[in-house]
T-cell receptor, first 115, second 112 residues
């Protein structure tokens, strides 16, 4: 069974700092990996999707990398801003056909960027 | 304006009562999903549907039921058999396998 772990559980940084969030998974036979953002009491917003054949994806100040062989992904946030404060969730899609598009989620990293 | 809507925002359930959570999407997506989120935890998959008139159990389907009679709608019923229903319920959809999932705003279910 796929297990997804995110470290750290919480992170507090001053504004302007570059930071890295970590995600690890136990089954390397993945179809894709997605990073989401969740604000308190809200739904999830998709940030980046990395297909299993890709090594990284970039969107603005965000860069996500994927290393399937080691079962790891990182989300790099450049020049952090208070508006980046949220919980960041990593989710892995399995490669088996019978799994459809189902995702397995980590528990998230709660990020606070202090002005 | 395309997107996913969930209603109601808050729902209260009495003991022994079945309640139904609504999820509608106008994105023309084939696949739809229901997740449950408990405080401080990641999301857990309840049910998913890859196409109309078809759905599969996720990791925690016991005490829940779904239907997929229309492409745009995927309602979730929380039955009286679900003994710990208090949670935040999130609906999502995607074009198909391996594509980005888009989420609704969620329904918070509380037990009276």
């Amino acid at each position: 069974k796929q297990e997804v772990t995110q470290i750290p559980a919480a992170l507090s940084v001053p504004e302007g700092e570059n930071l890295v969030l970590n995600c690890s998974f136990t089954d390397s036979a993945i179809y894709n990996l997605q990073w989401f953002r969740q604000d308190p009491g809200k739904g999830l917003t998709s940030l980046l999707l990395i297909q299993s054949s890709q090594r990284e994806q970039t969107s603005g100040r965000l860069n996500a990398s994927l290393d399937k062989s080691s079962g790891r992904s990182t989300l790099y946030i450049a020049a952090s801003q208070p508006g980046d404060s949220a919980t960041y969730l990593c989710a892995v899609g399995l490669a088996r056909e019978t799994s459809g598009s189902r995702l397995t989620f980590g528990e998230g990293t709660q990020l606070t960027v202090n002005p | 304006d395309g997107g996913i809507t969930q209603s109601p925002k808050y729902l209260f359930r009495k003991e022994g009562q079945n309640v139904t959570l609504s999820c509608e999407q106008n994105l023309n997506h084939d696949a739809m999903y229901w997740y449950r989120q408990d405080p401080g935890q990641g999301l857990r998959l309840i049910y998913y549907s890859q196409i109309v008139n078809d759905f599969q159990k996720g990791d925690i389907a016991e005490g829940y039921s779904v239907s997929r009679e229309k492409k745009e709608s995927f309602p979730l019923t929380v039955t009286s058999a679900q003994k710990n229903p208090t949670a935040f319920y999130l609906c999502a959809s995607s074009i198909g396998r391996g594509q980005t999932q888009y989420f609704g705003p969620g329904t918070r279910l509380l037990v009276l």
